[in-house]
Structures are given as C-alpha cells and as structure tokens.
C-alpha cells in the first residue's frame, strides 16, 4: 500500500528482455535502503525488489504488468517515480494507493500558469464511474486531484515542488501516463453494480 507521495526519481540504467519479461536496473537515492523482496512503487506499479546494488536495484515487469502499464515502453534514461510502502504509523499526505494500475492514459497538453500547471488526460471511457470532480487520482504513481472531469478526459493542477521533484515535468502531448483510480471508488461501483442484480 502507498500514498502516492514521491520520495525519489530514479533512473532506468539496463533492460533486459527476457521471453515476455523485462527486467530493469535502476538508480535512485533510495536503491541503498531497498532490501530484497520489498515492494516498491516504480511509475505506480508495485514491483518487487529483487536485487542491490551500491546506488542501484533490480526489479521485473511480467507480461500482464507491460500489458496494462507504460513500462514496456521504458528505456535506458526513462525517468522514473519512487515510492516505498506506506508505514502504518505514518501520515497519509495523499491517498490509499494500491500500486495497482487500472489503465493507461494519455497527455494532451501541459499548460504553464505561470507558478503552477495545469494537465489535461484523455482517459478510456469504462473507467469514467470511478473518478468524480475534485476526486483523487493516482497518475505516474502520484497522488493528485482531479477536476473539470468528462467521460474521456479530465485535468490536474501541479504545484512547483511536485513539478520539481517528479517525472511529471518531463511530460509531453501524447505520452503514456500510469493511471490508479480511487480504491473506495471502485468498491462503491463494485457494491452498486452487484445490489442491482
């Protein structure tokens, strides 16, 4: 379980294509407190720490993971959000976040506010029931707040140390974005959908 609170931004240094696995090496400020068979939350995705070394961490993505995610599409240099599971005795700075990504979404534009931006996602539309105006939203592993909601698309507002301290900055039109809807949400339509039968 995660808050969706960034602690790092890591850096993919190999990747290793095994049958319909892809294994990736990543350097981060966290890799030396990571120990083997911890879960850590890469882009969103909860992977488990298979390997470290000095400054670096192993970790693999099954096929079922580079299905739903944007980690088939990581390369040497990609930039990625790292978060370690939540402690039970901490504070919960955004929301309950699963490491388990629903779908993939879509920028369309980055707006420069001049002290904040705005970010407008184009989502699938299946997934609409599940996130409401000023909604949380878990995007790249990050918890967010949406607004201006549609079916298709909806927005986020970032604020300066989010830009600074996340991959978020390095966003453009037409990149693949991890996408966790609320997990009280998706219970809420799950309880609806099943009383209506």
């Not at 969103?44 to 970790?59: D, K, N, P, S």
């Not at 407008?120 to 995007?139: D, M, R």
Request: proline fraction near 2%; charged fraction near 25%; charge should be neutral.
């Amino acid at each position: 379980m995660f808050t969706g609170i960034i602690e790092a931004v890591g850096e993919v240094k190999q990747v290793i294509v095994s049958g319909s696995n892809r294994t990736f090496w990543i350097a981060s400020s966290l890799s030396d407190e990571l120990k083997v068979d911890q879960s850590v939350s890469h882009n969103g995705v909860c992977l488990t720490v298979e390997e470290t070394r000095e400054g670096i961490h192993r970790v693999t993505a099954i096929d079922e993971t580079l299905q739903k995610t944007n980690l088939g599409a990581w390369q040497t240099g990609t930039r990625v959000n790292i978060e370690r599971s939540l402690l039970v005795n901490s504070r919960l700075d955004g929301h309950f976040v699963q490491g388990h990504v629903d779908a993939t979404g879509v920028c369309k534009k980055m707006t420069d506010k001049e002290g904040s931006w705005e970010l407008e996602f184009e989502y699938p539309k299946s997934f609409a029931p599940l996130l409401i105006e000023k909604g949380s939203i878990c995007v790249n592993g990050i918890s967010l707040t949406a607004f201006q909601v549609k079916k298709k698309s909806f927005m986020v507002a970032i604020v300066p140390f989010t830009f600074d301290h996340t991959n978020i900055n390095r966003l453009k039109a037409g990149d693949a974005v991890n996408l966790e809807f609320d997990m009280l949400g998706k219970y809420l339509v799950r309880t609806i959908s099943l009383n209506g039968r």
